[in-house]
C-alpha cells in the first residue's frame, strides 16, 4: 500500500462509488472547491428551478479506475455527487490514488 492510500485508509471518509455499473465501498476525501466564483455565486436558476453549481475536490484509492465520469457517480455523507473529471495521480510511474472534480448529482427527472 502506498503512503496516499494508508492516509486514506485511516482518516478518509466512508464512501460508496460506482464505475461502469459496479458499486464498492472505498474510503475517500471530498472537499468544496473554494475560490472567488464559489464565494459570490454557486447556485443558477434553471426551467426548473434553482440549481447548485459548487464543485467539490475528491482524492480516493488507486483501485477507483474512474475512466467513464458520465456513468460514475459517489455517495459521501449522505450527499451523492457526480463526476465532472477524473483522472490517476501518478508517483514513480504507479497509480498513487485518484482526483477528480465532483458535482452534486441532481435527481432524474422524467418529464
Known amino acids: 500500500m502506498n503512503w496516499f ?3 486514506l485508509e485511516q482518516y478518509g471518509d466512508d464512501a460508496v462509488i460506482c464505475v ?10 471530498v472537499n468544496p472547491v473554494i475560490g ?33 465520469c458520465d456513468n460514475s457517480w459517489l455517495t ?7 463526476f465532472i473529471r477524473a ?5 514513480e510511474g504507479k497509480i498513487s490514488h485518484w482526483e477528480a472534480v465532483l458535482r452534486h448529482r441532481e435527481e432524474e427527472f422524467d418529464g
Not at 483522472?87 to 508517483?91: L, P, Q, T
Request: proline share 3%; charged share 35%; with cysteine.
Open 87 to 91: 483522472e490517476a495521480y501518478r508517483v
Open 36 to 68: 472567488e466564483r464559489y464565494m459570490k455565486k454557486w447556485k443558477t436558476m434553471t426551467k426548473l428551478g434553482e440549481s447548485d453549481e459548487a464543485t467539490y475536490y475528491f482524492f480516493g484509492p488507486p483501485d477507483c479506475e474512474i475512466t467513464d
Open 20 to 29: 461502469n455499473g459496479v458499486e464498492r465501498n472505498i474510503k475517500a476525501f
Open 76 to 82: 459521501l455523507n449522505g450527499k451523492c455527487y457526480k
Open 5 to 7: 492510500a494508508s492516509v
